[in-house]
T-cell receptor, first 110, second 112 residues
Framework: AQSVSQHNHHVILSEAASLELGCNYS??????LFWYVQYPGQHLQLLLK??????LVKGIKGFEAEFIKSKFSFNLRKPSVQWSDTAEYFC????????FGRGTSLIVHP | ETGVTQTPRHLVMGMTNKKSLKCEQH?????MYWYKQSAKKPLELMFV???????ENNSVPSRFSPECPNSSHLFLHLHTLQPEDSALYLC???????????FGPGTRLTVT
């Protein structure tokens, strides 16, 4: 069965700190990988995606993620976070069906 | 209106009631989804429709009944729900079943 694990459930950072959120999945076949973000009071929306090609993908608002096939990982990074990045972040995998991780709550203090 | 819309935004119902949730997508997508989002749990996929045909039913209790009359509309019919069914129900759509999804704002359901 397909599964997604997000290791950090709650992260608290100060502005300008660097961010890395871990995501690992289990699935034996080809997958499409996604990070979604949910800002307070807003819909879930796509942050970035990986289908094929360059394993380092860039998304909106300075976020990037790296697909490491050998580690079944798709970690999200941002070199310098802002207060406006405060949100819930979800990793998702689609091999046979879409599967989401539990989410990581990020709070950025100004 | 653009994107994915859901009505109602809030719903309170008794355990013996019958109600329906509605979702509409204005994006020309071929796939639509129902998810359940409960506190401290991963987003749970309930149903997937592709070109109006159900392709996935993730072992959802029969008190939840989906309907997809066309590629733009998706319903979730509810009857004899339990208090543990209280949650945020999200609808989403995508161009194809394995592409990125676009989510609606959700319906906050409370079962009393």
């Amino acid at each position: 069965a397909q599964s997604v694990s997000q290791h950090n459930h709650h992260v608290i950072l100060s502005e300008a700190a660097s961010l890395e959120l871990g995501c690992n999945y289990s699935y034996g076949g080809t997958v499409n990988l996604f990070w979604y973000v949910q800002y307070p009071g807003q819909h879930l929306q796509l942050l970035l995606k990986y289908f094929s090609g360059d394993p380092l993908v860039k998304g909106i608002k300075g976020f990037e993620a790296e697909f490491i096939k050998s580690k079944f990982s798709f970690n999200l990074r941002k070199p310098s976070v802002q207060w406006s990045d405060t949100a819930e972040y979800f990793c998702a995998v689609n091999g046979n069906i879409p599967t989401f991780g539990r989410g990581t709550s990020l709070i950025v203090h100004p | 209106e653009t994107g994915v819309t859901q009505t109602p935004r809030h719903l309170v119902m008794g355990m013996t009631n019958k109600k329906s949730l509605k979702c509409e997508q204005h994006l020309g997508h071929n796939a639509m989804y129902w998810y359940k989002q409960s506190a401290k749990k991963p987003l749970e996929l309930m149903f997937v429709y592709s070109l109006e045909e159900r392709v996935e039913n993730n072992s959802v209790p029969s008190r939840f009944s989906p309907e997809c009359p066309n590629s733009s509309h998706l319903f979730l019919h509810l009857h004899t729900l339990q208090p543990e069914d209280s949650a945020l129900y999200l609808c989403a759509s995508s161009q194809e079943p394995d592409y990125e999804q676009y989510f609606g704002p959700g319906t906050r359901l409370t079962v009393t």
